[in-house]
């Protein structure tokens, strides 16, 4: 193997080393945020064991308002997508059925 030969081997090779330890630093930062998620997930927790069983209701009705009404913006939202979708769906069948008629000489209406 000649010296240059060698030389790209390394290259490549170092190249290689440098995005696996780049890879690897990523799955590194993730796993570290996950770990806080979770930290922070088991803090909440601790804080609301330790409540008196009034607070833990009440915090317990607090989370369920915040998921209720993200929920409800959620629906909203999805909503009104699948109305543009309904909308976008029957005039496209509209024109479809024109054009079927349209070769028959008829002609649908559409509001």
Request: glycine share 2%; aromatic share 2%.
């Amino acid at each position: 193997m000649s010296h240059k030969d060698l030389k790209n081997t390394s290259t490549a090779n170092i190249e290689a080393h440098i995005a696996m330890n780049q890879e690897l630093k990523s799955q590194i930062e993730a796993l570290k945020r996950e770990i806080l998620g979770h930290e922070k997930a088991l803090a909440r927790y601790e804080n609301r064991r330790r409540m008196h069983p009034l607070a833990q209701l009440q915090t317990l009705q607090e989370e369920l308002l915040q998921l209720s009404q993200s929920v409800d913006t959620m629906d909203a939202q999805l909503v009104a997508r699948l109305a543009d979708v309904a909308k976008a769906v029957c005039q496209e069948s509209f024109a479809l059925l024109n054009a079927l008629r349209a070769r028959e000489g008829t002609k649908v209406q559409t509001k």
